[in-house]
């Protein structure tokens, strides 16, 4: 075997024994080098030179990338999954009939449709989805990104939070959690507007809380401005203290009036 194939191998193998006991510094610091390493290597993306060795540096190499991208979602870096993803995307779309498909690849074009829907970027999300083959709407994981960003743009905000406890796959917990916090600000939001005030039990419904205690955590950590008295939850207070919007109508009027005379006059 190549000396840097086998070096790469060993390094990957610390790597992975480093990702299973969930010592994620030592995978930060091992995952540099072997990207590094990577680059030495003349059959991967963009070059794809041949080499006597192409089909082992590929499958390493994307075997590499697909565990960057996991550890990301473990360290809850957006960032880092992004880099890492589109450096791992090119093993998708341009090795076929070179090297095996990856059993990882549905779950993980699955869990970036996900990041894109929590980041609120729809069009990509669509661009993406586009890119795909049309089996590929089958798939579980692409399948749940789907069904999730209907439910998300019709306002279905109680099929998104009982997404939550049907993930096709451990990784996507992560951004399901920052989707389901993204929706329970929203209808925060519209409820401190709609009404004065909510029983507590109406309350637990409308946001899909299913003990009091996690209402109770809900509202001092990210809506100090309401308050629990009485069996209620009073919005009252939030509303006066947001500033006033009011539309000068008589103003505008006004204005509107001064330009039609100007526009009659010019004619």
């Not at 060795?53 to 996991?70: F, S």
């Not at 993406?128 to 089958?138: G, I, M």
């Not at 637990?204 to 009485?230: N, V």
């Not at 069996?231 to 919007?245: I, T």
Request: hydrophobic letters at 40%.
């Amino acid at each position: 075997m190549d000396p840097r194939l086998t070096e790469v191998t060993q390094l990957f193998g610390r790597f992975k024994a480093a990702f299973v006991r969930s010592d994620f510094s030592s995978c930060d610091k091992l995952l540099s080098q072997l990207k590094v390493l990577l680059t030495k290597f003349p059959s991967l993306p963009p070059s794809f030179q041949e080499s006597p060795n192409a089909i082992q540096e590929l499958t390493i190499a994307r075997d590499i990338y697909e565990h960057a991208v996991v550890l990301s979602v473990k360290t809850e870096d957006q960032d880092a999954f992004e880099r890492d993803f589109f450096q791992l995307k090119p093993y998708y779309t341009d090795t076929s009939g070179i090297i095996p498909p990856s059993p990882q690849e549905y779950p993980i074009l699955g869990l970036n449709l996900l990041r894109l829907l929590v980041q609120n970027r729809i069009a990509e999300f669509h661009t993406e989805l586009e890119l795909l083959p049309t089996s590929a709407l089958e798939n579980p994981c692409i399948k749940y990104a789907v069904e999730l960003e209907q439910s998300f743009m019709e306002g279905a905000y109680n099929r998104v939070l009982s997404a939550r406890q049907a993930v096709p796959h451990e990784s996507y917990v992560y951004f399901m959690d920052l989707l389901a916090k993204t929706v329970r600000d929203e209808i925060a939001g519209c409820s401190e507007k709609a009404y004065d005030h909510l029983s507590i039990a109406d309350a637990k419904k409308i946001l899909m809380f299913s003990l009091d205690q996690d209402l109770a955590t809900y509202i001092s950590e990210e809506r100090p401005e309401w308050e629990i008295r009485s069996g209620c939850v009073f919005f009252q207070k939030a509303r006066e203290s947001a500033p006033s919007k009011e539309i000068p109508s008589l103003q505008l009027i006004n204005q509107t009036l001064s330009y039609a005379r100007e526009l009659e006059r010019i004619v």
